[in-house]
């Protein structure tokens, strides 16, 4: 069965420093991923998501994410974060088999920004 | 615009009463989702429907239940027999069938407490 971890509840970091936020799934093939983020009492909005291809993806808002089969992982990152960032982001992985297409998310890493 | 309509924003129920929430989105979507939200839990899905007239159970389907008799809507009824209902409830379309389109789509939620 897929899964996915988040192995970071909490983040903190200065605003202007680099972020590297870190995602690990589990799933028998290659699967198709994504991150999400979400803002207080709203609902989820994509970042960036890979299927194939480059596995350097750039997503919106300036982030990045990088999946690496040797290490099934898939870390977001960012050069340079901005207090608006502060949220709580969610690492996602889809299954490619058609009958069993659901979607599992991690726990969530919450971001905070300090001035 | 096409989207993802979550309502309504906020439910307060009874203890013992069931209620209904409501997911209906245009984006022609085939697959829907309904995921459970608690702090730091992250986001478990409680159901999850391919195509019309077809569910399945996720992770947490026990005191729920669903129907899918229109493409557009995937309502989701929290029972009286789910011991712990508060919490907030997401629900996602998808295309359906993976491809680099794939993508989940979020409404805004619902917020669900029992009184």
């Known amino acids: 069965a897929q899964s996915v971890t988040q192995p970071d509840i909490h983040i903190t970091v200065s605003e202007g420093a680099s972020l590297e936020l870190r995602c690990n799934y589990s799933y028998g093939a290659t699967p198709y991923l994504f991150w999400y983020v979400q803002s207080p009492g709203q609902g989820l909005q994509l970042l960036l998501k890979?299927?194939?291809?480059?596995?350097l993806v750039q997503g919106i808002k300036g982030f990045e994410a990088e999946f690496k089969r040797s290490q099934s992982s898939f870390n977001l990152r960012k050069p340079s974060v901005h207090w608006s960032d502060a949220a709580e982001y969610f690492c996602a992985v889809g299954s490619r088999m058609n009958r069993d297409d659901k979607i599992i998310f991690g726990k969530g890493t919450r971001l905070h920004i300090l001035p | 615009d096409g989207g993802i309509t979550q309502s309504p924003k906020y439910l307060f129920r009874k203890e013992g009463q069931n209620v209904t929430l409501s997911c209906e989105q245009n984006?022609?979507?085939?697959?829907m989702y309904w995921y459970r939200q608690d702090p730091g839990q992250g986001l478990r899905l409680i159901y999850y429907s391919q195509i019309v007239n077809d569910f399945q159970k996720g992770d947490i389907a026990e005191g729920y239940s669903v129907s899918r008799e229109k493409k557009e809507s995937f309502p989701l009824t929290v029972t009286s027999a789910q011991k712990n209902p508060t919490a907030f409830y997401l629900c996602?379309?998808?295309?359906?069938?993976?491809?680099?389109?794939?993508?989940?789509?979020f409404g805004q939620g619902t917020r669900l407490t029992v009184v």
């Open positions: 890979y299927f194939s291809g480059d596995t």
């Open positions: 984006l022609n979507h085939d697959a």
């Open positions: 996602a379309s998808s295309i359906g069938i993976p491809s680099p389109n794939t993508e989940a789509f």
